[in-house]
């Protein structure tokens, strides 16, 4: 069965920083891009980066580009974003997805975790 | 980038209705349109990808159509369990972003 689990959330001043993980279990970690995607409280989705299996290349949307860095140890079968110089307007629920398609990247997402709450607040 | 735009935001149905759900692409995304259930409290799950094609273990009430730029996700018959939120998805526009709709809730009348 897969599972994603994400941890890492919590409460960070604007400018501060912080890690999310995603432990992946149930699958061939490595042979999956994976992505992050995110939810501001009450709004829709919003795909934030993606990774490819090896880790080699990585993408971002516009909104976090240059603040938030993806990366993933697939000998721990883990998933990370790292992220800093948070603003309010990061405050959302970050969910961990799987990609459908394994290598393909630029996929559709058929497993998610249940979601870690970022909240960027004074 | 390419924007989606679904119809109607809000859908009151009573079960066993038949509910059609739209999702328009600001320029063509060829068949490459997902969609996805969410209901309060819990992750997104995908239904429809590549515009038809059902996921894994979703019941054939839920049906895909559309190309192009126009898109149609139809549920035949309201289960009470299928009340939520439906958002699409276009993966066409790569490497620039993926992009999701702004979802229609379907809601009991």
């Known amino acids: 069965e897969v599972q994603l689990v994400e941890s890492g959330g919590g409460l960070v001043q604007p400018g501060g920083s912080l890690r999310l993980s995603c432990a992946a279990s149930g699958f061939t970690f490595s042979s999956y891009a994976m992505s992050w995607v995110r939810q501001a409280p009450g709004k829709g989705l919003e795909w934030v980066s993606a990774?490819?299996?090896?880790?080699?290349?990585?993408y971002y949307a516009d909104s976090v580009k240059g603040r938030f860095t993806i990366s993933r140890d697939n000998s721990k079968n883990t998933l990370y974003l790292q992220m800093n110089s948070l603003r309010a307007e990061d405050t959302a629920v970050y969910y961990c997805a799987k990609s459908l398609g394994g290598v393909i990247v630029n996929d559709y997402f058929d497993y998610w975790g249940q979601g870690t709450l970022v909240t960027v607040s004074s | 980038e390419i924007v989606l735009t679904q119809s109607p935001a809000t859908l009151s149905l009573s079960p066993g209705e038949r509910a059609t759900l739209s999702c328009r692409a600001s320029?063509?995304?060829?068949?490459?349109l997902a969609w996805y259930q969410q209901k309060p409290g819990q992750a997104p799950r995908l239904l429809i990808y590549?515009?038809?094609n059902r996921a894994t273990g979703i019941p054939a009430r839920f049906s895909g159509s559309g190309s192009g730029t126009d898109f149609t996700l139809t549920i035949s018959s309201l289960e009470p369990e299928d009340f939520a939120v439906y958002y699409c998805?276009?993966?066409?526009?790569?490497?620039?972003?993926?992009?999701f709709g702004p979802g229609t809730k379907v809601d009991i009348k």
């Open positions: 320029q063509s995304v060829s068949s490459y």
């Open positions: 590549d515009a038809s």
């Open positions: 990774i490819s299996g090896s880790g080699g290349s990585t």
């Open positions: 998805q276009q993966r066409s526009n790569w490497p620039q972003i993926f992009t």
